[in-house]
């Protein structure tokens, strides 16, 4: 399957503590996107990053990417309330590709 | 300006019965997608337009589902014979060029419940 992987599947954490969700995949990629859903059902972009770089960073989100471990991980630091939601990660192999998800990581932030 | 919209916003129907959804996607885009989501899971890949390009049907469950794209613009997703298992969050998505290097903008969701 080209279907990638976010582990892990849930996470609570305290308000005020980061939080690390990350994402396998496993064919090579052009970027890797990570989007956010909020108890609903629209999708928000995150933040994209391509696949010659290795880090980009968001205000609070930091993204790493590595190719050799077909992985990249979405790091949120001092969480808050409204962090609370379903993080996904997204890939295309290739730049006129279809765009696939993973499963999620859903996310609680507890008060 | 407008995001991406679609209509209904529910939809519940009875098992047998067609149905259609329909997504606006934002002016200018060039990419549209359809994807399924049941509750609590992942995003399922349904179909993909490109431009003028023929589109990727890949992801469609079965042949009771087609979708299209007139002038570019909006899209119509069809299922007929609706079947439970068909009930389901079923999202659009545009993005202004190609789908393997540009940010997707998504609609609210079609929610689809098949009695």
């Known amino acids: 399957s080209q279907q990638g992987e976010e582990d892990p599947q849930a996470l609570s954490i305290q308000e005020g503590e980061n939080a690390t969700m990350n994402c396998s995949y496993k064919?090579?990629?052009?970027?890797l996107q990570w989007y956010r859903q909020n108890s609903g059902r629209g999708l928000v972009h995150l933040i994209l990053?391509?696949?010659?770089?290795r880090e980009k960073h968001s205000g609070r989100l930091r993204v790493t990417l590595d190719t050799s471990k077909k992985s990249s991980s979405l790091l949120i630091t001092a969480s808050r309330a409204a962090d609370t939601a379903s993080y996904f990660c997204a890939f295309a192999m290739n730049r006129d590709d279809k765009i696939i998800f993973g499963k999620g990581t859903r996310l609680h932030i507890l008060p | 300006g407008a995001g991406v919209s679609q209509s209904p916003s529910n939809k519940v129907t009875e098992k047998g019965k067609d149905v259609e959804l329909r997504c606006d996607p934002i002016?200018?885009?060039?990419?549209l997608y359809w994807y399924r989501q049941s509750l609590g899971q992942g995003l399922e890949f349904l179909i993909y337009f490109q431009g003028n390009s023929a589109p990727d049907k890949s992801g469609l469950p079965s042949d009771r589902f087609s979708a299209e794209r007139t002038g570019g613009s909006v899209s119509t997703l069809t299922i007929q014979r609706t079947q439970q298992e068909d009930s389901a969050v079923y999202l659009c998505a545009s993005s202004e060029g190609l789908a393997g290097t540009d940010t997707q903008y998504f609609g609210p969701g079609t929610r689809l419940t098949v009695l």
């Open positions: 002016s200018g885009h060039t990419a």
């Open positions: 990053i391509r696949s010659n770089e």
């Open positions: 064919t090579s990629i052009n970027n």
